[in-house]
Each structure stands twice: as C-alpha cells, then as structure tokens.
C-alpha cells in the first residue's frame, strides 16, 4: 500500500495545504494520506497554537474524506520529533507500506537541514508541490533525483498570512474550509 506523509504545523490548516493533498493522492496513487501536525519542530522556533486547536482544525478540514487521516504521533511525543522518527513508527504500524512525503516547493528547499535526511531519502519519495518561481534546478541531485513535482495548482497561501489577517480584522474567508475559519473565530484564534 502506497502511504503518503504530510507533515507541518498546520496553524491552521488552510485550502492550499488540502489542495497539494489532493492532488498528491490522485497523481501519486496514494492510498492514505496522514497530515502530520508538529509537535516541537526543531526547525520552526516561536509559539505555536495550542495542539488541541490544530488538531480539531485538521479534523474539521478532513472530514468526509475517506483518503485523509491524521497521524498525532509528534504531538503526543511532546518533545522535538524528527521526520525520520515518524517515518520509522509508520512503517512499524505499516508494514511493507510504500511511503511518499509531500512537502511544498519551499520545505523541499531545507531539506539537507533535517536530521539524518540522506537516509529518508534512501527510502521514500518526496512530492513536491509546487510554488511561484520553484525550480528542482536548485536542488542538489541527491533530492532531485527523489523529487517528484506534482502537477497541483498554485495556490499563494500561507498560514501566516491568515494569521496576520486575522490579527488586523481583516476576512480570511475562501482561504479556509468553513469550519475551520468558525472554529478560529469560536475560539478567538489568532486575534494578539
């Protein structure tokens, strides 16, 4: 069975990040898709939203879709977790599972910063969604040579955009999946 991995903050989840999932199951073959909401990330410092908030918002935006799941294995670790770890305690859970990691076109790019990334590229794929001006040009052949660009729309949203929005009063309506910006609201998320 074909896995695929999407690992990120997800403060919040937002369209563009339901987007490249998509479309990496449909070009990828993916049977499962489990977005992987960070723990500690060791390459992200600063504050982030509460675990509980960013895993209600992914299960809002993922219900009713039967290919996406959500994989809490960092969150639960409390501690720094590394994409080799979480790749290692998947194929414990699945074994003999192919596994592809999706990652957009600016994450792909800080790849050789993560712990023991030649070995996780020994072993998976990496799907590339893409961004305004990427190149796999400007990837070391060791990635490019694992890198699949997906052929997804590009979509120009950030999750700290929306959070500045959100924090100016301005609307982050259709950047969001419904639920997910009455959550953010019912819950007086982002506001300073």
């Not at 982030?48 to 960013?54: A, I, Q």
């Amino acid at each position: 069975m074909k896995l695929g991995l999407f690992g990120g903050t997800f403060d919040p989840v937002h369209i563009g990040h339901l987007l490249l999932a998509q479309q990496s199951v449909e070009q990828a073959g993916i049977k499962k898709l489990f977005f992987v909401p960070s723990g500690c990330p060791p390459h992200r410092p600063g504050t982030l939203t509460p675990s509980e908030h960013r895993l209600a918002m992914l299960n809002l935006a993922t219900r009713g879709n039967q290919t996406f799941d959500i994989f809490d294995f960092e969150i639960k670790k409390k501690e720094v977790t590394y994409t080799y770890q979480t790749v290692e305690r998947l194929k414990e859970l699945y074994p003999g599972s192919e596994i592809c990691f999706v990652l957009g076109a600016d994450s792909v790019l800080e790849i050789k910063t993560w712990m023991k990334w030649r070995e996780l590229l020994s072993e998976l794929w990496i799907l590339v969604g893409q961004r305004p001006v990427f190149s796999l040009e400007h990837l070391e052949e060791t990635v490019r040579n694992r890198a699949v660009i997906l052929n997804n729309p590009i979509v120009d949203i950030s999750a700290s955009e929306i959070r500045k929005r959100i924090r100016e009063g301005k609307t982050v309506k259709y950047m969001l999946p419904e639920p997910v910006e009455r959550y953010i609201a019912g819950h007086n998320l982002y506001r300073g």
